[in-house]
């Protein structure tokens, strides 16, 4: 079944506690991204992936890291999480970031983290 | 700044009653505009994409429109398992892999 998986679904942590949200795809996509979603923000993407070894960033970049060392995973990094970083979070995976050939690609379950 | 608005933030229907969600957009370079459903504790779920003015996709009782400005979906006889957040995003710039800008989503209810 093609599908993105994250880990953990929830997590609740504390200010400065470091964390990595796991992000898988079985699809052999080359573009993958992170979002997040607020409340009245709506969906902001955090940062994306071409490929493996190219990554930049999206329109909320900061306290964020990722890497992209293999194809299928896209592992996002919080180095020091702070309150504001409270979100739900999503990946998501195409089979290429250009609109002419992605489609809309697809999104995993989400990733739900509070920062105390 | 690519700006992505969307209209109205919530609509009620009754089953059967058609009706369209509106999607105004500001980019330099449009690429791709794209619609998706979001239920409730879920991630988005792709429904179309759109490239260039006049271009227009259908899927059961969907359909989206694309002009320079704006997109409009067109839900035709909605039933209520139609019910969930519709979001739009555009993808605009001239290179490859450029960013992907979401507006705040239409809230559809529709009653039995």
């Known amino acids: 079944e093609a599908q993105v998986t994250q880990n953990p679904r929830y997590l609740i942590t504390v200010t400065g506690k470091k964390l990595t949200v796991t992000c898988s795809q079985n699809m052999n996509h080359e573009y993958m991204s992170w979002y997040r979603q607020d409340p009245g923000l709506g969906l902001r993407q955090i940062y994306y992936?071409?490929?493996?070894?190219?990554?930049d960033k999206g329109d909320v970049p900061e306290g964020y890291k990722v890497s992209r060392k293999e194809k299928r995973n896209f592992p996002l990094i919080l180095e020091s999480p702070s309150p504001n970083q409270t979100s739900l979070y999503f990946c998501?995976?195409?089979?290429?970031?250009?609109?002419?050939?992605?489609?809309?690609?697809?999104f995993g379950p989400g990733t739900r983290l509070t920062v105390l | 700044e690519d700006q992505v608005t969307q209209s109205p933030e919530a609509l009620r229907l009754q089953e059967g009653e058609s009706s369209s969600l509106n999607c105004s957009y500001t980019?330099?370079?449009?690429?791709?505009l794209f619609w998706y459903r979001q239920d409730p504790g879920k991630g988005p779920e792709f429904l179309f994409t759109?490239?260039?003015a006049g271009e227009e996709k259908e899927k059961e009782r969907l359909k989206a429109t694309l002009t320079k400005k704006e997109s409009f979906l067109h839900i035709t006889a909605p039933k209520p398992e139609d019910s969930a957040t519709y979001l739009c995003?555009?993808?605009?710039?001239?290179?490859?892999?450029?960013?992907?800008?979401f507006g705040e989503g239409t809230q559809l209810t529709v009653n039995p």
């Open positions: 995003a555009v993808q605009a710039g001239e290179t490859s892999g450029s960013r992907l800008t």
């Open positions: 992936s071409m490929n493996v070894e190219v990554t």
């Open positions: 980019v330099s370079g449009l690429r791709g």
């Open positions: 759109l490239y260039s």
């Open positions: 998501a995976s195409s089979l290429t970031g250009l609109a002419g050939g992605a489609g809309g690609g697809f």
